[in-house]
C-alpha cells in the first residue's frame, strides 16, 4: 500500500487528535482528584466542628469519619455525595451566568463530586466490592484500600486526595500541604488539628 502525502498528514491530524483527547482525560482525572483533597485537606487540617452550619454538616462527620472509618458505610450513596453535587452545581450555574462554563468543567466537577462514593469503595472489603471495583482499584483508577489506609493513621495529615493512586505520591514527594500549611501560617492561618473538639481526630 502506497502512502500519499495527504495519507500521511490525516494519520498524524487523527494521531494528534487522540493524543489530545487523552491528555485532556489525564488532566480531568487529575484536577477532579486535586479537588477531592483540597477539599479534604481543608476539612482536616482548618475545620472547626462548631461553625455555624458546615460545622455540623461537614467538619463533624469529618472528625466522626476519622475516629469510626466505617461508619459512613451505613449512608446512602445520596448522603454520601449530595453536598458535593450541590456545590459543584452552584459553581457551575455560577460559571455559566458569566458564561465561564465548559464541558470540560462540568466532567471535572462532576466526577469531584463523586470522590466520597470513590471514597466510600475503599473503606469496603473486596467481598462488598466485587470483581470490576477491584480492577479499578488495583489499576489506581478507583483509589486503593491500601493507598487510603496511609491517610487513616494519625495526624490524618498525608493523602488527602480521595479519587485516584495517582496524585497522593506525587503531593507528598514535594510536601505539597506542609508547604501550603507553612505558607498559610506566614500569613496567620494556622491549622486547627490541636482543637480540644478534634479530639485528635
Ligand atoms: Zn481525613
Ligand atoms: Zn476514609
Not at 18 to 31: G, N
Request: hydrophobic share 45%; charged share 15%; proline share 3%.
Amino acid at each position: 500500500m502506497v502512502i500519499t502525502q495527504k495519507n500521511k498528514l490525516s494519520m498524524i491530524t487523527s494521531l494528534t487528535i487522540v493524543a489530545l483527547f487523552l491528555l485532556k482525560v489525564v488532566i480531568i482525572i487529575f484536577s477532579a482528584d486535586f479537588i477531592s483533597g483540597l477539599v479534604h485537606w481543608w476539612e482536616d487540617a482548618y475545620g472547626n466542628p462548631n461553625w455555624k452550619f458546615i460545622g455540623k454538616s461537614i467538619v463533624h462527620p469529618n472528625i466522626e469519619h476519622h475516629r469510626y472509618p466505617r461508619k459512613f458505610l451505613q449512608n446512602t450513596f445520596l448522603d454520601r455525595v449530595k453536598i458535593s453535587f450541590l456545590t459543584g452545581l452552584i459553581i457551575c450555574s455560577v460559571s455559566a451566568f458569566f458564561n465561564l462554563f465548559t464541558l470540560e468543567m462540568g466532567i471535572t466537577l462532576f466526577y469531584a463530586a463523586l470522590a466520597n462514593q470513590v471514597h466510600a469503595m475503599a473503606h469496603r472489603t473486596d467481598k462488598e466490592n466485587g470483581k470490576m471495583i477491584m480492577w479499578m482499584q488495583k489499576i489506581g483508577l478507583m483509589q486503593s484500600r491500601k493507598m487510603h489506609g496511609y491517610h487513616h493513621q494519625s495526624p490524618y495529615n498525608v493523602n488527602y486526595c480521595i479519587l485516584t493512586n495517582y496524585l497522593n505520591p506525587i503531593l507528598n514527594l514535594c510536601k505539597f500541604w506542609n508547604v501550603l500549611e507553612l505558607a498559610l501560617s506566614q500569613i496567620g492561618i494556622k491549622h486547627n488539628r490541636n482543637h480540644p473538639d478534634r479530639n485528635g481526630y
